[in-house]
């Protein structure tokens, strides 16, 4: 079994689609078990049933035509129970269904097993044998694999419409495209693609006559350019941040290389034309970044890449290439620079869509920032099949729809109009405290990374800043920011929310968060070099942030320091005399300070045996539950093949935060929540229950939290959590909450999902 098994998952990624995906798992599945006949049946296109897409054994006119109800069949018994259905004699089995297009023979022996992605039942694969048979626990567990295996096609496969079903166009499921989450949030346009004038691979004149002439155009077009980008500069800057706003230095300092332009113009003094010279120098500069693991300095490669295109647009026609963009318009590419997403009227942007990228690249920052829904990490998808079409850019769940049906659209709609008459009400929590109906008061803080985000965590009901993630001011410059610098960011974050406590953590950049000056290429970067690890073996950075937020909490004085990925008391203690060298620098200077509380992260499981050390040397705590669950379950999440696992709910998570809790009570240190766990009503109830008194989330998070936690009193809380504690898995966990919160009228999760099948 093992080498039918790699065998089939060979044949499985060797596809090319999912329809072939399909027929290698129905041919090869039945070739394995010598069975009679083997079938998949996905969900339509209304959730109301499945649907034959694929079989070996059965008249391929089937495919299409047979359809078995929710609840109807043994092909409905497999995908409600989500585990195997093995009969020996299925005609006995009250569920048993005969179907005309089977023909008249009887297939007795039965064996079906679900077909399930994140949790979310897809559909069920089935073989079938036509007399009496008993399939060994080894042939379920084989089917099983192929099972998983085939839900990642599934699920990435619907883009092509699964066999069967793209004869309906009307009822086919929508072409759907998974990528990683960029910024939250939906919206709807029309795809438009990087200017096809400004193409290098276009080029016909490589040479030139004149050089003179050529180095003139060619200095013309960068200056043009540059003052373009200075204009972007200027209007965007009342639409951003003054972090995000300093993004577009990074473009302009790009045109101010003298090294860039000097190979350029020196080819084209050579006999190139300045157009050649361009294309060449830009493709060289590019590599470099482009062969780098980091995303950051990918990304730089495609800042490269864009403006080699704007030099290129001016060198062409004189002037920038007039656009019309859609009413509202979704920009694609493969990585979109800032500076494009600058061109486009912020009223007629609708999402952004990026084949490469993470949620901390440039483009992803700036589109949290202006609140535009954004999906990064498309994959090898091809662009020209995406321009002009209609698109649904669902940045919350990392989806893309394109062409999606009105079906979608009026989901879409529906979802938004529940959310917005949602909102309403919850506004009307805004002024209330987040207290339990027996009377146990709980704090709600935001977690935010941008000024801008300070807003919404005020008008959220935020009662402070439970996490300020001081890194992205880092991430969107060219070099470190100086001691001056980060002391206005910090200043002006502190001022705004004063004198409710904020909570900065220090720089906190490795794993899956990289800076464009910093390489950082590692083999396991999670494990790696990150957090304070990093900042500890750079003294000279770590003291100017913390004489910068030293500084920065004279006046406010309302500021708490975080640090992040603590796993020894050792490290508490660098910290601590960094910090009172760091001090006595400020008063050396002449420069005003005040006192901080200064706290550990619980998100590396060493820290929960360290407690009692960490809590001599620390004032508070602060769980981060993301890390802290990717540690304790091995899962690296932004890995797809694993990322499934990634589950807070799972008991070994919760029973951590729970002797998490005990440990801090016990030093009688406060501690809070401010992974994204606290920032789901129903998690954040079973947090309270575990004795959690402070969660900080999102901001838009904030009054869904506080509506659930006004509606269970603790005792039930305290019920609920000591029911998960005692739950073998996380989906009896979720079963209980979701039980808990359908009884008392609530949707355990702020965030509804786009549904697209």
């Given at each position: 079994m093992?080498?039918?098994l790699?065998s ?8 090319t ?12 599945v039945?070739k394995r078990?010598?069975?009679d006949a083997?079938?998949v049946?996905l ?8 649907v ?7 008249d ?5 035509a ?6 109807e069949g043994l092909?409905?018994?497999?995908v409600?129970?989500q ?5 020996s004699n299925?005609?006995d089995?009250?569920r048993?269904?005969?179907?005309p ?7 007795h022996?039965f064996?079906g097993?679900?077909?399930t992605?994140l949790r979310?039942?897809l559909g069920a694969?089935i073989?079938?044998?036509?007399g009496?048979r008993?399939?060994?626990p ?5 089917m099983l694999?192929?099972?998983g295996q085939l839900a990642?096609w599934?699920?990435?496969g619907?883009?092509r419409?699964?066999p ?7 009822h ?7 990528g990683?989450?960029g910024a939250?949030?939906v ?6 693609l990087?200017?096809?004038?400004a ?6 004149e490589l040479?030139a006559a004149d050089a003179?002439a050529e180095?003139?155009a ?8 540059r ?6 500069a200027?209007r ?5 941040p ?10 302009i300092?790009l045109?101010d290389?003298?090294e860039l332009?000097?190979d350029?113009l020196?080819?084209?003094?050579a006999?190139d034309s300045a157009?050649?010279?361009l294309r060449?120098?830009?493709?060289e500069h590019a590599r470099?970044f ?5 995303p950051?300095l990918?990304a730089r490669?495609?800042?490269?890449r ?5 030099v290129l647009l001016?060198?062409?026609?004189g002037?920038t ?13 493969e990585?979109v ?10 009223a007629?942007?609708?999402?952004i ?8 690249s440039?483009a992803?920052?700036l589109a949290r920032t202006?609140r ?8 090898n998808v ?5 321009d ?5 850019v669902?940045?919350t769940?990392?989806?893309?729809h394109v062409d999606?049906?009105?079906?979608v659209l009026?989901?879409?709609?529906r979802i ?7 909102n ?7 002024e209330l ?12 803080h935001?977690?935010?990374g941008l000024?801008t ?17 001081t890194e992205?001011s880092?991430?969107?410059?060219d ?8 002391f206005?960011?910090?200043r002006e974050v502190?001022?705004?929310f004063?004198?409710r406590p ?17 390489p950082l290429?590692e083999?396991n970067?999670?494990l790696g ?5 990093l900042?500890?073996?750079?003294p ?10 030293l ?9 708490k320091?975080?640090l992040?990925?603590?796993s ?8 601590r005399?960094?910090?009172a ?13 005040a006192?901080v509380e200064l706290?550990a992260m619980i998100?590396?499981p060493?820290a929960?045996?360290q407690m009692?050390?960490?809590a ?7 769980i ?12 690296d ?9 990634f589950?807070?709910?799972?008991p070994a998570?919760l029973?951590a ?5 005990r440990?801090?009570r ?12 606290a920032?789901?009503p129903?998690?954040?109830v079973l ?5 959690v008194e ?8 904030i ?14 809380a305290q019920?609920?959590?000591a029911a998960?504690l005692?739950?073998e ?8 909450l ?6 008392a009228?609530?949707k355990?999760?702020?965030a509804e999902?786009?549904?697209a099948?």
């Amino acid at each position: 079994m093992p080498d039918a098994l790699r065998s089939l998952t060979q044949a499985l990624d060797d596809a090319t689609d999912l329809e072939s995906a399909l027929a290698a798992v129905v041919h090869g599945v039945k070739k394995r078990l010598a069975a009679d006949a083997c079938s998949v049946y996905l969900a339509d296109a209304s959730d109301t049933g499945f649907v034959l897409v694929a079989t070996d054994g059965f008249d391929p006119h089937a495919v299409g035509a047979v359809r078995f109800a929710r609840g109807e069949g043994l092909v409905g018994l497999v995908v409600e129970r989500q585990r195997p259905v093995n009969l020996s004699n299925a005609h006995d089995h009250p569920r048993f269904r005969h179907l005309p297009q089977f023909g008249e023979q009887a297939h007795h022996a039965f064996l079906g097993v679900p077909i399930t992605h994140l949790r979310r039942p897809l559909g069920a694969l089935i073989v079938r044998q036509l007399g009496d048979r008993d399939f060994g626990p080894d042939e379920e567990a084989f089917m099983l694999a192929i099972a998983g295996q085939l839900a990642a096609w599934v699920d990435a496969g619907a883009p092509r419409g699964a066999p069967g079903l793209a004869g309906d166009r009307e009822h086919a499921p929508a072409a759907v495209l998974r990528g990683i989450k960029g910024a939250p949030g939906v919206g709807v346009g029309i795809c438009i693609l990087p200017s096809p004038a400004a193409d290098f691979d276009t080029l016909t004149e490589l040479s030139a006559a004149d050089a003179q002439a050529e180095v003139g155009a060619f200095q013309q077009a960068v200056a043009a350019v540059r003052a373009e980008l200075h204009l972007s500069a200027q209007r965007m800057a009342t639409a951003m941040p003054a972090e995000a706003h300093a993004m577009f230095g990074v473009y302009i300092e790009l045109l101010d290389d003298d090294e860039l332009f000097a190979d350029a113009l020196e080819r084209i003094r050579a006999g190139d034309s300045a157009a050649a010279a361009l294309r060449q120098t830009i493709a060289e500069h590019a590599r470099v970044f482009e062969d780098m693991s980091d995303p950051y300095l990918r990304a730089r490669a495609e800042d490269l890449r864009g403006l080699g295109r704007r030099v290129l647009l001016r060198l062409q026609s004189g002037g920038t290439e007039p656009r019309a963009y859609p009413e509202r318009c979704v920009l694609a590419g493969e990585e979109v620079s800032i500076a494009r997403i600058a061109d486009v009227p912020m009223a007629q942007l609708a999402g952004i869509v990026c084949t490469r990228g993470s949620p901390y690249s440039h483009a992803a920052i700036l589109a949290r920032t202006l609140r535009i829904p954004a999906v990064m990490g498309l994959g090898n998808v091809p662009l020209d099949t995406l321009d002009g079409r209609r698109l649904l850019v669902d940045g919350t769940q990392g989806l893309v729809h394109v062409d999606p049906p009105p079906r979608v659209l009026a989901n879409v709609e529906r979802i938004s109009a529940q959310q917005h008459a949602s909102n309403d009400s919850l506004a009307a929590l805004r002024e209330l405290p987040a207290q339990t109906p027996d009377g146990t008061r709980v704090a709600l803080h935001a977690n935010v990374g941008l000024s801008t985000d300070l807003a919404g965590a005020r008008d959220g009901g935020a009662e402070g800043i439970g996490l300020y993630r001081t890194e992205f001011s880092f991430m969107v410059r060219d070099s470190f920011p100086s001691e001056d610098e980060q002391f206005r960011v910090y200043r002006e974050v502190l001022e705004s929310f004063a004198p409710r406590p904020v909570t900065m953590r220090t720089l906190d950049v490795g794993g899956d968060k990289g800076l464009p000056y910093l390489p950082l290429q590692e083999d396991n970067a999670f494990l790696g070099w990150r957090g304070i690890r990093l900042t500890l073996d750079n003294p000279g950075i770590f003291l100017t942030q913390l004489r910068a937020l030293l500084r920065a909490n004279a006046g406010p004085g309302n500021l708490k320091i975080l640090l992040p990925m603590i796993s020894s008391a050792r490290e508490v203690d660098a910290v601590r005399d960094l910090l009172a060298r760091a001090a006595a620098d400020c008063r050396s200077a002449g420069q005003p300070t005040a006192a901080v509380e200064l706290g550990a992260m619980i998100e590396v499981p060493a820290a929960l045996f360290q407690m009692a050390d960490l809590a001599r040397r620390v004032d508070f705590f602060s769980i981060g539950t993301n890390d802290l669950t990717q540690y304790l379950l091995a899962v690296d999440r932004s890995n797809a093949r694993v990322a499934h696992h990634f589950d807070s709910l799972h008991p070994a998570v919760l029973r951590a935060i729970a002797s998490a809790v005990r440990g801090a009570r016990g030093a009688r240190r406060p501690i809070s929540v401010c992974g994204e766990m606290a920032g789901d009503p129903a998690a954040a109830v079973l947090l309270t229950g575990l004795g959690v008194e402070t969660l900080s989330m999102a901001a838009a998070s904030i009054p869904a939290v506080k509506r659930a936690l006004r509606t269970f009193s603790h005792q039930r809380a305290q019920a609920m959590a000591a029911a998960a504690l005692a739950a073998e898995d996380p989906a009896e966990v979720r079963r209980m909450l979701d039980a808990a919160f359908e009884e008392a009228g609530l949707k355990g999760s702020a965030a509804e999902p786009v549904d697209a099948r």
